[in-house]
């Protein structure tokens, strides 16, 4: 069965602390994203990955980075929470730019900064 | 700049009836995609429709899309109380924007026995 493994469910930090969440898919799948999910905004595309090393910026990339060293994981950091950072992270993949059967998302991580 | 406007936001309806969701967005795209998300837990991919006229059915659910009226709907007949999900539709923005995703702000639904 298809997964995408977020590292962590829940997640309390800081203001001002270096936040790394880890997204690991082992579906050999080209395409990594991150996304925040806001009651009554949807889903906002932080970054995005096609390739290893690759990187693009999405919607809302401003006070996040990314890393994609390996073709299975995909991280986001945030350099220096704050508390609008707050939210609910959702990582996905897809086996092409132009999925046919849709994203596989992971479980979430729900950050709060305090 | 290409909106998504799902409405309504949140549905309250009883079991046994029926209900459309609706999906409008505002530039010219061939693909979208349904996803299902219950409380606390992640989205689950419902339908991708694929062209204009494309319709897709799964139990109770059915979705379509109209690429001319740049609308999708998700239609709920004879609701059961397992469908209490949030739905949320999701467009694709084609080849210039790398096929990213645009999405609706969901819609929250809760059938009541």
């Known amino acids: 069965d298809v997964k995408v493994t977020q590292s962590s469910r829940y997640l309390v930090k800081r203001t001002g602390e270096k936040v790394f969440l880890e997204c690991v898919q082992d579906m050999d799948h080209e395409n990594m994203f991150w996304y925040r999910q806001d009651p009554g905004l949807g889903l906002r595309l932080i970054y995005f990955s096609y390739d290893v090393k690759m990187k693009e910026k999405g919607d809302i990339p401003e006070g996040y980075s990314v890393s994609r060293e390996k073709k299975e994981r995909f991280s986001l950091i945030l350099e220096s929470a704050s508390t609008n950072q707050t939210s609910m992270y959702l990582c996905a993949s897809t086996e092409e730019s132009r999925s046919l059967y849709g994203y596989t998302f992971g479980s979430g991580t729900r950050l709060t900064v305090v | 700049e290409l909106k998504v406007e799902q409405n309504p936001l949140f549905l309250s309806m009883q079991e046994g009836k029926n209900y459309t969701i609706y999906c409008n967005y505002s530039t010219t795209s061939d693909r979208l995609y349904w996803y299902r998300q219950d409380p606390g837990k992640s989205l689950e991919s419902l339908f991708v429709?694929?062209?204009n006229g494309a319709v897709k059915q799964e139990g109770r659910l059915m979705a379509s899309l109209d690429t001319k009226a740049r609308l999708s709907t998700l239609h709920i007949t004879a609701a059961v109380h397992d469908l209490s999900a949030t739905y949320f539709c999701?467009?694709?923005?084609?080849?210039?924007?790398?096929?990213?995703?645009?999405w609706g702000a969901g819609t929250k639904l809760i059938i009541k026995p």
């Open positions: 999701a467009v694709d923005m084609g080849m210039d924007s790398n096929y990213q995703l645009i």
């Open positions: 429709l694929l062209s």
